[in-house]
């Protein structure tokens, strides 16, 4: 009876080994997954903001001056701040463990997409102009990712350099290609020729029921983020020359006297003090919506991206509330917002009120090009 019950194992085993033999022995096929075979397909791809939009970029938002980390905030209350965080704003490069680094892999998916698109142009119907349109729309969406990458994870581009580290160069979607890290020039040089096959665009900045159409690539667009682009390589003629550019097309720029307000929706928190006390937290009336039209109508933008904070806590550094006028200054007054210890940190017993950074909902700061980017390249050449 033993030796037959290992007769039955060692068939099942066999069975197994043979099946897993079977199933990787067989060639991917064009018919185990849907491949895009019609133009609407790429646009469809191409309008899918939810994928392209968010930035979830830690070092962004936690490794610069901007944030804050607060000894008396973080007495208050431990909960203001986490492992991550704190990682990252102390440059703790050795420890960072690779699962808090959702940004790399995000902008690669997008980098692969374009990739997508470019690959089946030529083999999908449709009119030549529209394809030379999406084409040159999934060039600045690779330029703009690398960019972005680059500036990252990579040292800055300077003469001496230039020669260090760039990105892996990813042209295809295929696993095949060389993921080996280029020089920091080529990597700049290959989002320049992006960029430049970017510029062939000429699809005006325009909206869609009453939204800004910045979840696809404009003229307005690609000249905005050339301006950023050669302002990040000194080059101010060329940087002063593309933010013009932007601006002609378009130029509208938000009076916080009269197109800003508090939300209707104030959050209530109790704080001891010693006693029980109720006290409201004015939040902007852009934090009403976690949509996506209420950033898309905000006005300013040619391309949406937002700087995506999963946590919720922007806390603005010390350095930075004192340059502003608290008295007089609008964007002080409706996006420093007072309180935000009380609810994001817990911070109530005893009370601790500092001041969290709030834009759009609580996590969420757009960050493509802008309309007051582009006055401030134009300042600074």
């Known amino acids: 009876m033993k030796n037959f019950k290992y007769i039955i194992l060692l068939i099942l085993i066999v069975n197994l080994v043979a099946s897993c033999n079977d199933f990787l022995d067989e060639e991917p096929s064009k018919s185990t997954a849907t491949v895009p075979d019609k133009l609407e397909h790429l646009e469809a791809l191409l309008n899918n903001y939810g994928e392209f939009y968010s930035e979830p970029a830690s070092e962004l938002i936690f490794s610069t001056d901007d944030y804050g980390f607060i000894t008396d905030l973080y007495d208050a209350s431990t909960s203001s701040y986490s492992l991550t965080s704190l990682q990252y704003g102390t440059w703790d490069k ?102 430049n096959k970017a510029l062939e665009l000429t699809r005006s900045f325009t909206q869609v029921n009453d939204l800004n159409r910045t979840w696809r690539a404009s003229t307005a667009a690609v000249n905005g983020f050339a301006a950023r682009y050669y302002l990040a390589l000194n080059d101010y003629e060329k940087a002063q020359s593309y933010a013009q550019e932007a601006l002609n097309e378009y130029d509208f720029l938000r009076d916080y006297n009269t197109d800003m307000s508090f939300s209707n929706a104030p959050t209530q928190v109790t704080i001891f003090n010693p ?67 009380y609810e994001q940190a817990n911070a109530v017993d005893p009370p601790y009120n500092y001041p969290g950074y709030v834009f759009f909902h609580r996590s969420d700061i757009l960050s493509g090009p802008s309309v007051p980017e582009m006055l401030l390249i134009l300042a600074e050449c």
């Not at 029980?276 to 039209?293: N, R």
């Not at 209420?294 to 995506?308: I, N």
């Open 275 to 341: 006693e029980p006390t109720q006290v409201s937290i004015d939040f902007p009336y852009t934090h009403d919506s976690q949509e996506a039209d209420l950033m898309l109508a905000w006005g300013e933008s040619y391309y949406f991206r937002a700087l995506s904070n999963g946590s919720w806590k922007y806390w603005p550094s010390e350095e930075l509330l004192s340059l502003y006028n608290q008295t007089y200054d609008l964007r002080f007054k409706y996006h420093m917002v007072e309180g935000y210890s």
């Open 94 to 195: 050795e420890y960072l463990p690779n699962t808090n680094r959702p940004y790399w892999p995000r902008e690669w998916e997008k980098i692969f997409t374009a990739n997508l698109v470019m690959q089946n142009l030529g083999s999908v119907a449709g009119e030549d102009t529209e394809k030379k349109q999406i084409k040159a729309e999934a060039h600045f969406i690779r330029a703009y990712s690398y960019f972005q990458l680059a500036n990252i994870y990579c040292l800055p581009y300077t003469e001496g350099n230039k020669q260090e580290l760039g990105l892996p160069i990813k042209e295809t979607t295929s696993f095949e290609e060389s993921m080996e890290r280029v020089s920091l020039e080529d990597t700049w040089k290959f989002i320049e020729s992006d960029l």
